[in-house]
């Protein structure tokens, strides 16, 4: 069920997607408040991995995580 939400007719499937939980930024704060999942293909790629962690950051820092 999952696959189907994030695929368009089972064809295309995403290069990553990111998970905010409110209930863990509301405990913690910034830290360890998000998931971030990427497809296989980027396993080893420190660059992108490096390149989502300061998109997310930059979410959090910009956007009112509380109207989300």
């Known amino acids: 069920m999952f696959k189907e939400l994030l ?4 064809t295309q ?3 990553f ?6 209930q863990l930024y509301k405990k913690y704060g910034k830290e360890n408040s998000c998931v ?7 396993k080893d790629d420190s660059h992108i ?3 989502l962690r300061d998109l997310v950051d930059y979410i959090r820092n910009n956007y009112d995580m509380y109207q989300l």
């Open 17 to 22: 997607w990111a998970e905010f939980n409110e």
């Open 49 to 51: 991995e490096s390149t």
């Open 7 to 10: 695929t368009k007719n089972n």
């Open 13 to 15: 499937i995403p290069l």
């Open 36 to 42: 971030i999942k990427y497809n296989p293909l980027f």
